[in-house]
Every structure is written in C-alpha cells, then in structure tokens.
C-alpha cells in the first residue's frame, strides 16, 4: 500500500512539473488536494484542498476568472458535465482567461479520468507565452496574405486578388437570384511607356501612384485593383454602379482637363454592365469593358490640345486690346529670359501669334502679328521635313509626348534652308485649359 501511494505521489509530482498547478479529486465525496500550489493564485485565498471541489471552485470562481469566461469556467467544473464528459472520452481540455494584478492570462484547463474511475485529475496551465506566440505567427500570416493580395506600389490589391474576386463572382453568377448586378470599368494610364523612355521610371511610378489615388477618390465604395503595368480595374456595386455614368464621365472629364493642362494623369477608361441573358462569366464583362476602353485611348489620343477651342471662330472673335497686351507682355518675357534664338507665342483661344522681329526678317514673314500664322510657316519649312514637323507639332498639342526637340529645314530669305532646333511648349489658365501656345527656335 505505502509502495502504491509513493508511486501515485512520483506520478503526480510528474504531471506537476507540465502544468501550473494539478488537483487529485475524489468524486464521491468532492475531497481535494493540490500538489505544487500556483503561485498565480497567491493572495486571493484560494484554498490548496478541500472537502467539496466542485462547488468551491465554482464559488472561486469570480475572484480571477474572466467576467467573459466566467459562464464557461463554472459549467468546466460542474460535477455532473464533468463525468458526463469523462464518461465519452478520458480526458477533456478547454482555454479560459484569468485576470490576475491587471493582466489577462489565457489559461488551459485539462481534466482526467484515472483508471480507477474514482479520481479526476484537473490541471491548470499558463500559456500565455504559447497564446502570444500563436497571435504573433497569425499575425505574420494574415499580413503575408495581405501582401500577397496587394500591389506594392500603390497599395491596393493586386492581380491575384482581382483573380480571387473574379472567381467569386463567377460563383455568384452561376447561384444568384437575377437580381445580382455589377459593372466593370477597366482603365490604362496613357502613355506611361514614354514617360518611363524620357523621364526615367520614377517619374513613370509617381504616374501610376497618382492614377491610383484618382480612379480610388472616384470610384471610393468599389473594389479597385492594379492588374498590369498600366492597368487598372474596378468592380463597381452599390451605390457606384447606381452612379456608374456620372462616375465614368467624371474620370473622363478630369483626364481631358489633365491632358490639356499636362497636370495629372490621362486615363482611358471603359465600362461594361453584367446582363445576366447574355453574360455567363466575369471575363465576358471583363472583355467588353476592355474594349470601350480602348476605343476611349484611340479617341483621347485623336483630340488635339488646339481642338478645346475648335467651336471659336478666331476670325469671327478677333483678339482684343487687353488679350494683346498679355500676349505682348508674355511674349517680352519669354524673349528676355530666351536671351538668344527665335521666339514665337500663340493665343489659342484667337489664333493671334507674335513672332520674334529677327524671325521675320530672316524667313520673310507677313508681321511680327499675325493670324493663323502656324500656317504661313508651313510654308517655309522644307518638303522631306513636314512630315517631322507635322508629327511633332501634334504630338506637342495632343499632349501624347513630353515637349521635346523638333529638328527641321526652314528657307529663309534669300532661298538657302536653315537648320531648325525647335521647343515647343504650352501654358494653361488657371482653371488648366490651355491658353497659349508658342516655341523657341535656334538655327544653325
């Protein structure tokens, strides 16, 4: 007997060096003892043994437990759903939290059923450290799939993500009730590719954060991801697709008042609506909105800077005696800081240039005022090179290109061609519509 009871007490002593305290319950009579008492427990006169430890460790409870663990805790120790449970299985765990000095301790409760079937052992262990460690590495995980959803570069999700959400609406499409709606609105930052040739790529990121920002201020309740280099889609529900028109018009708008201001991005957009009796994917939607916007970059492209003041008649308008004084004080300006070379400046809204005294005498020019003039210098410029100067000159206007050298023939005078290094440029008024339009040349 005395063999059989030092046995128990090494088994015992055991088990108590794995948790932070262990209880040895008789079930008949509820006698308790605690072997290795918890120092967590210290001042709260929790006794180490008893007579009854069902009920006593109900009724002690409420002094260390969790008010929101509390229900949990006294139904854990309830004779009757203890054995209950012991009877299925011959152990039984559960994690409840203890507020002990101000702090929250997750605690894991551990009951067994020894082989006499007359003792239960319950365990008590702090694994707080294992409970902070777990929020740590679910932390790190949650982060990593988010990382793995999001574009880096603008912070919005990503190609894989959009793939996830395209897979989740091509499951609501087979399942929905025909109630379901969306919308796709596919969109591409025009001419980043020549941002990134003449500007270097930093400056072709900064285009792509500030389409981000745009299409996001825009669409601002719609799921917006980054597929490509320059693509951009968004899935419009709610209240964006109840306002998808004013919406794709209002990015349509800012990208017209960017492009002629060379402020802001330039975005081709287009939309495609989700027919459910003709639609039976995501990527049918997908497509078709990829298409309206390609036709959008073909129109965008096509529209000269000039064409914003195509419904003037400048002949029928003509230039005012405030608009002249502007353009002769501009023009004084740029001809002062030029300091050397030819230099010309256009009001656009009338068509009215000024050019460089020197320049007219060189090239025999009309004036140094003149309407319409871009057409009387296209005059002077040699036949192989118009086709340069033309391409040029719309680039500059359509705003398609970074203002960049021209390089041309023009005949001067006396028939001889000179050797033309041309800058153009444009300035916009305040509201960013462009205003005027001029050059500076210098031959050799």
Same mark, same amino acid.
């Given at each position: ?28 009579? +509820? ?46 120790? =309830? ?94 499409? =087979? ?24 500007? +270097? ?114 002949? =029928? ?63 002077? !410029? ?23 050298? !021209?390089?041309?023939? %023009?005949?001067?005078?006396? +028939?001889?061609? %000179? ?26």
């Amino acid at each position: 007997m005395k063999e059989n009871q030092e046995a128990l007490n090494q088994i015992a002593l055991t088990l108590a060096h794995h948790f932070d305290s262990l209880y040895y319950v008789d079930i008949k009579s +509820g006698n308790y003892y605690e072997y290795m008492p918890n120092t967590l427990f210290e001042g709260l006169n929790i006794p180490s043994h008893g007579e009854d430890f069902f009920t006593e460790s109900q009724q002690n409870a409420p002094k260390c437990v969790h008010p929101d663990d509390l229900e949990l805790v006294i139904k854990l120790h =309830d004779k009757s759903a203890m054995l209950s449970r012991l009877s299925k299985d011959k152990s039984y765990s559960a994690v409840y939290r203890l507020i002990l000095n101000g702090n929250i301790i997750h605690m894991r409760h551990f009951e067994i059923m020894c082989e006499d079937q007359m003792h239960i052992i319950c365990c008590l262990e702090n694994i707080e450290e294992e409970f902070r460690k777990k929020e740590e590495q679910e932390r790190d995980l949650q982060s990593a799939r988010r990382m793995a959803r999001m574009d880096a570069l603008t912070g919005i999700r990503n190609k894989n993500a959009f793939n996830e959400y395209a897979a989740a609406i091509n499951a609501k499409i =087979d399942f929905v009730s025909e109630n379901y709606h969306f919308a796709v609105i596919m969109c591409d930052v025009n001419d980043l590719k020549k941002i990134n040739d003449t500007r +270097g790529h930093s400056f072709g990121d900064e285009a792509i954060q500030r389409t981000s920002r745009l299409i996001c201020d825009i669409f601002d309740h719609s799921p917006v991801f980054r597929v490509g280099g320059d693509e951009f889609v968004v899935v419009l529900d709610g209240r964006d697709y109840d306002m998808r028109e004013q919406l794709l018009e209002k990015l349509r708008e800012e990208s017209v008042a960017n492009k002629l201001s060379r402020s802001g991005p330039v975005v081709a957009c287009g939309m495609a609506v989700y027919d459910r009796n003709t639609d039976d994917s995501f990527n049918s939607v997908y497509q078709r909105a990829d298409k309206q916007m390609y036709k959008h970059k073909n129109e965008l492209k096509s529209t000269k800077i000039v064409d914003y003041f195509m419904g003037m008649n400048s002949m =029928d308008v003509p230039i005012t005696a405030e608009r002249k004084r502007i353009l002769d004080s501009l023009f004084g300006a740029l001809y002062t800081v030029i300091g050397e070379g030819y230099v010309y400046l256009n009001d656009l809204k009338h068509d009215f240039s000024r050019w460089s005294l020197p320049l007219v005498d060189d090239f025999g020019m009309q004036s140094e005022y003149m309407y319409h003039a871009d057409k009387c210098w296209q005059e002077h !410029i040699h036949p192989d090179d118009m086709k340069i100067y033309r391409e040029a000159i719309d680039a500059v206007l359509c705003g398609n290109a970074e203002v960049r050298p !021209i390089l041309y023939r %023009a005949r001067r005078t006396d +028939g001889t061609y %000179a050797v033309c290094h041309t800058r153009g440029f444009v300035l916009s008024d305040k509201d960013g519509n462009p205003e005027y339009f001029g050059g500076i040349i210098v031959t050799e």
